[in-house]
């Protein structure tokens, strides 16, 4: 019996009822082919956009969708988006759905990256990609018309946890400055759901994103990684022991998402340790909310992203 289904928003019980994504190794290869991960169903984007490939260090070049909407303007912003899909399925070229929306919006360059996906490329293999696919958008500013210090890192679900392994990167390294991170209920602990879950509260992950699905991300991910040494923040920023430095961060999550709790820990230990920060967590909200068209949570959250990113991008 459902213990939390009676606290989903109406509007979104659809949701509730879509057929359930078993993903194993055996199924992920169809689940990876699923139009819903591969952007192939995608509309055209109102303006063209265009492929770019970054260099990685010990590793193939990572290949960018650059989404640089009309403008006279030199010294924009931009985005570097990283796409989600428990770090095991998902393209960049989904984010064409939505993201050059968001550029018209903010008169700004997104940029979403094709990380390498997991099991096949472990840690750190992805975060590489993402550091690589930022050094090539600080390096390309200018011919972009983007001000290097107007970036901002973007992403959801796991998109949202490896933006947050980017900022930690970045900062460790002495890497390209970041205006902002932004972190749609990010995946930032990986010992939720697991043995050592910290939080096991009874009204989160029951839908869409679950305590199973989560274990299977991670282990994938982690492969023969242990997390002890330097970079186990980069791995789980959540076992990250300085979070001072980072820049200003705006969260979303749900009442209701399995990331709520570790979402929540982060924000507080990122205030503690100076970080602006911007929380937004929505009532009777599961995982992926925003995706159900014309309610009122997609609104709201919709109206506030606008907002928060407005700020993070013009550097307020």
Known sequence: MSVSRHLVDPEIEMMLDMPALDLTAETLPEIRANPMFTGAEVPPPPFPV???????????????????????????????????????????????????????????????????????????????????????????????????????????????????????????????GLAGQVLIYPMLDWRTGGPDDLYRNRHTGEFIWTREKNRFGWEALRGDYRPTDHRKGWFSPALAEDLAGLAPAYIVTGALDLFL???????????????????????????????????????????????GLGRLLAGR
């Not at 920060?277 to 009532?283: D, F, I, T, W």
């Open 50 to 176: 265009h492929e770019a490939f970054a260099p990685v260090e010990g590793g193939p070049n990572v290949r960018l969708v650059v989404m640089n909407p009309p403008s006279k303007a030199k010294d924009r912003g931009a985005i570097l988006h990283i796409h989600g899909g428990g770090m095991v399925v998902g393209t960049a070229d989904r984010a064409v759905a939505d993201k050059p929306q968001l550029a018209l919006e903010h008169d700004c360059v997104v940029v979403s990256v094709d990380y390498r996906l997991c099991p096949e490329t472990p840690f750190p293999g992805p975060q590489e990609d993402d550091y690589a696919a930022l050094r090539w958008l600080a390096a390309h500013a200018a011919e972009l018309g983007v001000d290097p210090a107007r970036i901002v890192v973007m992403g959801e679900s796991a998109g949202g946890g490896l933006a947050a392994c980017l900022a930690l990167m970045t900062r460790d390294r002495g890497g390209p």
């Open 261 to 307: 709790d570790e979402d929540l820990d982060y924000t507080r230990r990122l205030i503690d340790a100076g970080v602006h920060c911007e929380l937004h967590v929505y009532p009777g909200a599961i995982h992926a909310f925003e995706m159900v068209p014309d309610t009122v949570l997609q609104a709201q959250a919709m109206m506030d992203l606008r907002r």
